[in-house]
T-cell receptor, first 114, second 110 residues
Framework: EAQVTQNPRYLITVTGKKLTVTCSQN?????MSWYRQDPGLGLRQIYY???????DKGDVPEGYKVSRKEKRNFPLILESPSPNQTSLYFC?????????????FGPGTRLTVL | LAKTTQPISMDSYEGQEVNITCSHN???????ITWYQQFPSQGPRFIIQ???TKVTNEVASLFIPADRKSSTLSLPRVSLSDTAVYYC???????????FGTGTRLKVLA
């Protein structure tokens, strides 16, 4: 089954404790992206990747890191999480064949930073 | 900087046609405009995309005027299960980052 998976689905952590949210897709998509969703602010792109070893900032990259060492994986790293990073995070992927617009989303990761 | 605007919410009755408009300035001239549907606690789901004029698929139509400064998602004969938040998605010129619209919460009433 074609899908985007994220882990963990729920995470409660404390300020400053490094964490990684994993994202994996099995559709051989070139484009992968991370979004955060907050009430009143909608969905905002954090980082995106056009292909392996190619990443770039979205609209809200501060406090986050990403890497794309393999085509299928695109982990989101919070080196020193802060309470303002409490949010619902979505990973997405898409193919160059659809001009990247048709993005497939994962189920989301709900992060709480205390 | 691309900026998108949508109505915050809309109510409709079952069986009616619903039109949701997204205003978007400064978008890439060579890219599609895309619409998504999102249910609570789920990721957005692709509905339809178009480049210009009108596109129709099995669930919706999309109207895009010649100036491409707006787009209108049309849902024919909505049902209760269409209650969701609808977003447009656009790309600013010169970049491959994407901007979601502010989202429209559609409530379908029986």
């Amino acid at each position: 089954e074609a899908q985007v998976t994220q882990n963990p689905r729920y995470l409660i952590t404390v300020t400053g404790k490094k964490l990684t949210v994993t994202c994996s897709q099995n559709m051989n998509h070139e484009y992968m992206s991370w979004y955060r969703q907050d009430p009143g602010l909608g969905l905002r792109q954090i980082y995106y990747s056009m292909n392996v070893e190619v990443t770039d900032k979205g609209d809200v990259p501060e406090g986050y890191k990403v890497s794309r060492k393999e085509k299928r994986n695109f982990p989101l790293i919070l080196e020193s999480p802060s309470p303002n990073q409490t949010s619902l995070y979505f990973c997405a992927s898409s193919s160059r064949q659809t001009t990247y617009n048709e993005q497939f989303f994962g189920p989301g990761t709900r992060l709480t930073v205390l | 900087l691309a900026k998108t605007t949508q109505p915050i919410s809309m109510d409709s009755y079952e069986g009616q046609e619903v039109n949701i408009t997204c205003s978007h300035n400064n978008i890439a001239t060579n890219d599609y405009i895309t619409w998504y549907q999102q249910f609570p606690s789920q990721g957005p789901r692709f509905i339809i995309q178009g480049y210009k004029t009108k596109v129709t698929n099995e669930v919706a139509s999309l109207f895009i005027p010649a100036d491409r400064k707006s787009s209108t998602l049309s849902l024919p004969r909505v049902s209760l299960s269409d209650t969701a938040v609808y977003y447009c998605l656009v790309r600013p010129p010169g970049t491959y980052k994407y901007i979601f619209g502010t989202g429209t919460r559609l409530k379908v009433l029986a």
